[in-house]
T-cell receptor, first 113, second 112 residues
């Protein structure tokens, strides 16, 4: 049971490049979400999904796209990377049960130059 | 979701109890209090949660005041491996599992 797996662990992009951050969970969790963490800012919600085929915006969605074609996967796409997107990105999942805790991956460290 | 206020940092001697406070004066009746921690460079880890009763698990205890406007996370015998940033979060239950709002937390330093 791997839990929440994020790839890659590290990535360097040039401004304007695109890429996809991968997130997969093997716990059959309905809910999945993406957060970014910047120094002194805590974690901020980017996008989330309550089930396959359903996504919604969080606190800071601009510049990011998501899709949820399967229960297991929730990729985060940067269409045109900007230096302001330099951050650590965390994916999380949970069951739909009331008060179920989030399970986090170990993050992707992205640098945009 | 209600906002929370935590001290930015605390120190604790190894083997002693670490008591981490959290104020959530605007908490609603159906909002739960959650605690997570983040050890350097890793993803946040769930610790414990509660509504109005005190809770205990293998990691920690959670004490919630009767008016629910504040809570305390207790690590009974802190070790060096408990050095981390601790986040106190309040959220509504059903249907919002993906919408936790994290603040900046308390950085706990456990020392010899």
């Amino acid at each position: 049971n791997a839990g929440v797996t994020q790839t890659p662990k590290f990535q360097v992009l040039k401004t304007g490049q695109s890429m996809t951050l991968q997130c997969a969970q093997d716990m059959n969790h309905e809910y999945m979400s993406w957060y970014r963490q910047d120094p002194g800012m805590g974690l901020r919600l980017i996008h989330y999904s309550v089930g396959a085929g359903i996504t919604d915006q969080g606190e800071v969605p601009n510049g990011y796209n998501v899709s949820r074609s399967t229960t297991e996967d929730f990729p985060l796409r940067l269409l045109s990377a900007a230096p302001s997107q330099t951050s650590v990105y965390f994916c999380a999942s949970s069951t739909s049960g009331e008060n179920s805790p989030l399970h986090f991956g170990n993050g992707t460290r992205l640098t945009v130059t | 979701d209600a906002k929370t206020t935590q001290p930015p940092s605390m120190d604790c001697a190894e083997g002693r109890a670490a008591n981490l406070p959290c104020n959530h004066s605007t908490i609603s009746g159906n909002e739960y209090v959650y605690w997570y921690r983040q050890i350097h460079s890793q993803g946040p880890q769930y610790i414990i949660h509660g509504l109005k009763n005190n809770e205990t698990n293998e990691m920690a205890s959670l004490i919630i005041t009767e008016d629910r406007k504040s809570s305390t996370l207790i690590l009974p015998h802190a070790t060096l491996r408990d050095t981390a940033v601790y986040y106190c979060i309040v959220r509504v239950g059903v249907g919002t599992a993906s919408k936790l709002t994290f603040g900046t937390g308390t950085r706990l330093q456990v020392t010899l």
